[in-house]
Protein backbone atom coordinates (compact mmCIF):
# COMPACT_ATOMS: atom_id res chain seq x y z
CA UNK A 1 0.00 0.00 0.00
CA UNK A 2 1.01 3.37 -0.76
CA UNK A 3 1.96 6.03 2.20
CA UNK A 4 -0.42 8.95 2.50
CA UNK A 5 -3.15 11.08 4.57
CA UNK A 6 -4.97 7.43 4.65
CA UNK A 7 -2.29 5.11 5.43
CA UNK A 8 -3.92 2.46 7.84
CA UNK A 9 -7.47 3.35 7.19
CA UNK A 10 -9.84 1.00 5.72
CA UNK A 11 -12.18 2.48 3.68
CA UNK A 12 -15.66 0.26 2.38
CA UNK A 13 -16.40 1.47 -1.75
CA UNK A 14 -19.77 -0.11 -3.25
CA UNK A 15 -20.29 1.00 -7.13
CA UNK A 16 -21.91 0.18 -10.33
CA UNK A 17 -25.26 -1.37 -10.57
CA UNK A 18 -26.96 -4.36 -9.43
CA UNK A 19 -28.85 -6.84 -11.37
CA UNK A 20 -31.96 -8.42 -10.14
CA UNK A 21 -32.31 -11.75 -12.27
CA UNK A 22 -36.06 -12.57 -14.01
CA UNK A 23 -34.76 -15.40 -15.24
CA UNK A 24 -30.95 -16.74 -15.96
CA UNK A 25 -30.97 -14.58 -18.98
CA UNK A 26 -32.80 -11.44 -18.29
CA UNK A 27 -32.51 -9.05 -15.20
CA UNK A 28 -33.75 -5.24 -13.97
CA UNK A 29 -31.16 -2.68 -13.33
CA UNK A 30 -30.33 0.43 -12.94
CA UNK A 31 -28.08 2.21 -15.72
CA UNK A 32 -24.56 3.01 -13.97
CA UNK A 33 -21.40 2.91 -15.65
CA UNK A 34 -19.76 2.76 -12.07
CA UNK A 35 -17.13 5.45 -13.53
CA UNK A 36 -17.99 7.75 -10.12
CA UNK A 37 -16.91 4.83 -8.08
CA UNK A 38 -13.59 3.56 -9.42
CA UNK A 39 -12.43 6.97 -9.75
CA UNK A 40 -13.50 7.67 -5.77
CA UNK A 41 -11.82 4.18 -5.02
CA UNK A 42 -8.32 5.03 -7.20
CA UNK A 43 -7.99 8.39 -5.43
CA UNK A 44 -8.64 6.72 -1.85
CA UNK A 45 -6.00 4.14 -2.51
CA UNK A 46 -3.53 7.04 -4.29
CA UNK A 47 -3.92 8.56 -0.60
CA UNK A 48 -2.68 5.26 1.10
CA UNK A 49 -5.78 3.69 2.41
CA UNK A 50 -6.51 0.00 1.90
CA UNK A 51 -9.85 0.31 -0.59
CA UNK A 52 -12.52 -3.00 -0.70
CA UNK A 53 -14.25 -2.36 -3.93
CA UNK A 54 -17.71 -4.09 -4.02
CA UNK A 55 -19.09 -3.39 -7.17
CA UNK A 56 -22.01 -4.94 -9.22
CA UNK A 57 -21.10 -5.43 -13.00
CA UNK A 58 -20.26 -2.12 -14.31
CA UNK A 59 -18.79 -1.19 -17.63
CA UNK A 60 -15.66 0.30 -16.20
CA UNK A 61 -12.54 -1.78 -14.91
CA UNK A 62 -12.02 -1.57 -11.13
CA UNK A 63 -9.09 0.65 -10.23
CA UNK A 64 -5.67 -1.10 -9.85
CA UNK A 65 -4.67 -1.67 -6.19
CA UNK A 66 -7.50 -1.96 -4.58
CA UNK A 67 -9.51 -5.43 -3.45
CA UNK A 68 -12.24 -6.08 -5.77
CA UNK A 69 -15.04 -7.92 -4.57
CA UNK A 70 -17.70 -8.81 -7.44
CA UNK A 71 -21.33 -9.32 -6.80
CA UNK A 72 -24.16 -9.06 -9.22
CA UNK A 73 -27.67 -8.34 -6.29
CA UNK A 74 -28.33 -5.86 -4.19
CA UNK A 75 -28.60 -8.54 -1.03
CA UNK A 76 -24.95 -10.03 -2.19
CA UNK A 77 -23.67 -6.32 -1.94
CA UNK A 78 -24.88 -5.92 1.34
CA UNK A 79 -23.55 -9.52 2.86
CA UNK A 80 -20.14 -7.98 0.78
CA UNK A 81 -20.17 -4.90 2.30
CA UNK A 82 -20.89 -6.18 5.89
CA UNK A 83 -18.20 -9.42 5.60
CA UNK A 84 -15.22 -6.94 4.30
CA UNK A 85 -15.91 -4.40 8.13
CA UNK A 86 -14.83 -3.08 9.91
CA UNK A 87 -13.79 0.14 8.32
CA UNK A 88 -13.43 3.61 8.93
CA UNK A 89 -15.34 5.19 6.61
CA UNK A 90 -17.85 4.12 3.55
CA UNK A 91 -18.33 5.19 0.34
CA UNK A 92 -21.44 4.25 -1.02
CA UNK A 93 -21.33 4.88 -4.52
CA UNK A 94 -23.30 1.98 -6.28
CA UNK A 95 -26.75 2.45 -8.10
CA UNK A 96 -28.27 -0.58 -6.40
CA UNK A 97 -31.97 -1.61 -7.63
CA UNK A 98 -34.79 -0.60 -4.94
CA UNK A 99 -36.87 -4.14 -5.71
CA UNK A 100 -35.68 -7.31 -6.68
CA UNK A 101 -38.22 -10.15 -8.54
CA UNK A 102 -39.45 -12.94 -6.04
CA UNK A 103 -41.26 -14.84 -8.72
CA UNK A 104 -38.80 -15.49 -11.18
CA UNK A 105 -37.88 -18.81 -12.68
CA UNK A 106 -34.65 -21.30 -12.87
CA UNK A 107 -35.22 -21.47 -16.33
CA UNK A 108 -35.82 -19.14 -19.22
CA UNK A 109 -39.21 -17.76 -18.83
CA UNK A 110 -40.98 -18.46 -22.54
CA UNK A 111 -43.82 -17.17 -24.37
CA UNK A 112 -47.15 -19.31 -24.04
CA UNK A 113 -48.90 -18.47 -26.78
CA UNK A 114 -51.89 -16.73 -25.02
CA UNK A 115 -49.86 -12.84 -26.02
CA UNK A 116 -50.22 -12.51 -22.35
CA UNK A 117 -46.86 -11.42 -20.87
CA UNK A 118 -46.24 -12.63 -17.03
CA UNK A 119 -46.24 -10.51 -13.89
CA UNK A 120 -43.31 -10.10 -12.12
CA UNK A 121 -43.90 -9.95 -8.39
CA UNK A 122 -41.06 -7.78 -6.28
CA UNK A 123 -39.39 -7.11 -2.57
CA UNK A 124 -37.77 -4.13 -1.62
CA UNK A 125 -34.15 -4.25 -1.55
CA UNK A 126 -32.35 -3.48 1.66
CA UNK A 127 -30.83 -0.30 1.85
CA UNK A 128 -27.30 -0.38 2.34
CA UNK A 129 -26.61 2.77 2.71
CA UNK A 130 -29.13 2.88 5.47
CA UNK A 131 -28.37 0.21 7.42
CA UNK A 132 -24.42 1.12 7.31
CA UNK A 133 -25.44 4.22 8.92
CA UNK A 134 -27.58 2.68 11.75
CA UNK A 135 -25.01 -0.06 12.81
CA UNK A 136 -24.44 -0.26 16.34
CA UNK A 137 -20.93 -2.10 16.66
CA UNK A 138 -19.15 -1.74 13.10
CA UNK A 139 -20.65 1.60 11.69
CA UNK A 140 -17.50 3.43 10.04
CA UNK A 141 -16.43 6.91 11.44
CA UNK A 142 -17.49 8.16 7.89
CA UNK A 143 -20.60 7.25 6.12
CA UNK A 144 -20.81 8.84 2.86
CA UNK A 145 -23.96 8.44 0.46
CA UNK A 146 -24.92 10.08 -2.99
CA UNK A 147 -28.16 11.56 -3.91
CA UNK A 148 -29.01 11.71 -7.84
CA UNK A 149 -31.51 14.48 -8.18
CA UNK A 150 -33.38 16.11 -10.93
CA UNK A 151 -34.58 18.88 -8.86
CA UNK A 152 -34.30 20.64 -5.38
CA UNK A 153 -31.38 18.81 -5.28
CA UNK A 154 -29.93 20.63 -2.14
CA UNK A 155 -33.50 20.28 -0.55
CA UNK A 156 -34.16 16.68 -1.35
CA UNK A 157 -30.37 15.64 -0.52
CA UNK A 158 -30.47 17.21 2.89
CA UNK A 159 -33.28 15.07 3.70
CA UNK A 160 -31.70 12.05 2.16
CA UNK A 161 -29.22 12.89 4.55
CA UNK A 162 -31.17 12.92 7.95
CA UNK A 163 -33.22 10.27 6.68
CA UNK A 164 -30.56 7.69 5.86
CA UNK A 165 -28.60 8.75 8.66
CA UNK A 166 -25.39 9.25 7.16
CA UNK A 167 -22.54 11.79 7.60
CA UNK A 168 -22.23 13.29 4.14
CA UNK A 169 -24.16 12.78 0.88
CA UNK A 170 -22.60 14.11 -2.61
CA UNK A 171 -25.82 15.45 -4.50
CA UNK A 172 -25.44 15.85 -8.21
CA UNK A 173 -27.76 17.13 -10.34
CA UNK A 174 -28.81 14.29 -13.19
CA UNK A 175 -31.64 16.35 -15.19
CA UNK A 176 -30.78 15.90 -18.77
CA UNK A 177 -29.87 19.19 -19.55
CA UNK A 178 -26.40 18.91 -17.60
CA UNK A 179 -25.15 16.45 -19.84
CA UNK A 180 -23.79 14.80 -16.31
CA UNK A 181 -25.28 11.29 -16.69
CA UNK A 182 -22.74 9.22 -19.04
CA UNK A 183 -20.88 12.27 -19.25
CA UNK A 184 -17.39 12.88 -18.13
CA UNK A 185 -17.93 15.86 -15.90
CA UNK A 186 -19.69 16.25 -12.83
CA UNK A 187 -21.07 19.21 -10.40
CA UNK A 188 -21.94 18.36 -7.02
CA UNK A 189 -23.03 19.79 -3.98
CA UNK A 190 -21.31 18.02 -0.41
CA UNK A 191 -24.30 17.76 2.27
CA UNK A 192 -22.87 18.14 5.35
CA UNK A 193 -23.88 18.47 9.20
CA UNK A 194 -22.84 22.06 9.01
CA UNK A 195 -24.72 22.59 5.51
CA UNK A 196 -24.50 22.61 1.69
CA UNK A 197 -21.15 23.46 -0.56
CA UNK A 198 -21.26 23.69 -4.08
CA UNK A 199 -18.42 22.89 -5.74
CA UNK A 200 -17.87 23.93 -9.39
CA UNK A 201 -17.94 21.46 -12.43
CA UNK A 202 -15.21 19.67 -12.98
CA UNK A 203 -13.75 16.12 -13.94
CA UNK A 204 -15.36 13.03 -12.46
CA UNK A 205 -11.72 12.17 -11.67
CA UNK A 206 -11.33 15.73 -10.17
CA UNK A 207 -14.66 15.13 -7.88
CA UNK A 208 -13.34 11.56 -6.42
CA UNK A 209 -9.71 13.52 -5.57
CA UNK A 210 -11.16 16.35 -3.66
CA UNK A 211 -13.90 14.04 -1.94
CA UNK A 212 -10.53 11.35 -1.35
CA UNK A 213 -8.98 14.80 0.42
CA UNK A 214 -12.07 15.61 2.58
CA UNK A 215 -12.41 12.06 3.75
CA UNK A 216 -8.71 12.28 4.87
CA UNK A 217 -8.90 15.28 6.63
CA UNK A 218 -12.32 13.96 8.10
CA UNK A 219 -10.75 10.79 9.38
CA UNK A 220 -7.27 12.14 10.96
O1 LIG B 1 -32.49 6.47 -1.99
P1 LIG B 1 -31.50 6.62 -3.07
O2 LIG B 1 -31.34 5.39 -3.93
O3 LIG B 1 -31.67 7.87 -3.92
O4 LIG B 1 -30.12 6.82 -2.30
C1 LIG B 1 -28.91 6.86 -2.98
C2 LIG B 1 -27.81 6.46 -2.02
O5 LIG B 1 -28.19 5.31 -1.27
C3 LIG B 1 -26.54 6.08 -2.75
O6 LIG B 1 -25.45 6.37 -1.91
C4 LIG B 1 -26.74 4.57 -2.93
O7 LIG B 1 -25.50 3.90 -3.10
C5 LIG B 1 -27.40 4.19 -1.62
N1 LIG B 1 -28.28 3.02 -1.69
C6 LIG B 1 -27.92 1.83 -1.07
N2 LIG B 1 -28.78 0.76 -1.10
C7 LIG B 1 -29.97 0.85 -1.70
C8 LIG B 1 -30.36 2.04 -2.34
C9 LIG B 1 -29.49 3.11 -2.32
O8 LIG B 1 -26.82 1.75 -0.50
N3 LIG B 1 -30.78 -0.21 -1.72
Known sequence: PRLGPLSGKHVVVTSGPTHEPIDPVRYIANRSSGAQGAAIAAALSALGA?????????????????EVVRVETAQQMRDAVEAALPADAAVMAA?????????????????????????LEMAENPDILAW?????????????????????????????????????IVANDVSPATGIMGGSENAVTLITEQGAEEWPRMAKDAVARQLAQRIAEALL
Open 132 to 168: ISKLDHHRPKLVVGFAAETDDVVAHATDKRLRKGCDW
Open 95 to 119: AVADWRVTNGSDRKMKKDGSGRPPA
Open 50 to 66: RVSFVTGPATVAPPQGV
